[in-house]
């Protein structure tokens, strides 16, 4: 059975309730955006996105060329990191065809940003985002919880037995924050490894052909430019913090808030996104770092809403949800990263419980 697990800890920090006055309609709530344009495509506003993006990411890649060989380079691995992030943010966008309405259109966006200018699977990247976005921080169908190292609730214990996987879960308060330097390397082979187990349904030859041309093509830039000891700095510099900004990217959005399990999806469809999803107090700093994922709640209701409108349907959405009943999480930047600390370390707390619960069972009955 179906069941919406709270969790060891679950952070009440910025969440607004109400008494129910009935239950929330995502026919009604998608009115009220309709009607007020949210909805309605910015081609002006993607169109200078893509454009500043590519000035910034080519600007990059001249200062790399141009500072040859130099430690410096450390630094442009660091605005390269930035830039790669940026750059999949925008086929983050056009997966959810917020940049046009037409696959083939989007695809030549996704393929362009994710496959081709970062190395991360645009095909692959679609299934599995579309998939959690069905299933948020559901333990056995989220792919945003099952491919991680790290369990959210103590009953996932058993799925991380070697001893790399024990240290982990027993640390994983802080030890997230390490292993999402990896999210980039990882990023890179999904592609490859979706095409393995026949998950890449659509271009799979093009998804492959242009993650395979992106991948030679950076490498023998690093290498043409750089001697070798200097060329691996750059790539770990580069690679782990492009990593670590994904990881950013996504941690806030839903880690740390309700988990449900079981075969049978219970919860309806509004309330499934509500409940699981945080938003991150706006500003302008906010709405670019984050690309707009910082209206959670906002974009888990509506994934094709363009990003600009996210901050204009922001409190017509608030209001709406708490007059229903529905929470509605909140916080600053720094809180929702020490709120998922939090929540890991106490799930790791959970697991050493139920470790020494089941050491005591075996020693009662020797």
Known sequence: MTRLDKGPGTPAAGAVGAVRTGPAD?????????????????????????????????GAWVLFAGLGDSWWQLATAVLLAFCFAQTDLLGHD??????????????VIGYIHGNLLTGVSFGWWVGHHTKHHNFPNHLSLDPDITRRQVIFAGKDRSKRTSTAGRFIVRHQAWMFYVLIMMEGLRLHLSGYVAARKGALKRHKAADLSMLSFHLVAYLAAVFYVLPPGKAVAFIVVHQALFGFYMGLLFAPNHKGLPVRDGEKEELDWITRQVVTSRNLLPSRITQFFYGGLNYQIEH???????????????????????????????????????????????????????????????????
């Open 26 to 58: 995502l026919e009604e709530v998608t009115r009220l955006v309709r009607s007020a344009g949210l909805m309605d495509q910015q081609p002006a506003y993607y169109v200078y996105k893509i454009v500043f993006n590519l000035l910034l990411l080519s």
């Open 94 to 107: 056009a997966g959810h065809r917020q940049i046009f309405r037409t696959r083939k259109a989007s695809d």
């Open 300 to 366: 888990h209701l509506f994934p094709s809403m363009p990003r600009r409108n996210l901050h204009r349907a922001q409190p017509l959405i608030k209001d709406y949800l708490v007059s229903h009943g529905l929470p509605y999480v909140e916080v600053r930047v720094v809180r929702s990263y020490l709120e998922v600390a939090d929540y890991l370390g106490e799930v790791s707390q959970e697991v050493r419980d139920l470790e020494q619960r089941d050491a005591v069972l075996a020693q009662a009955r020797r």
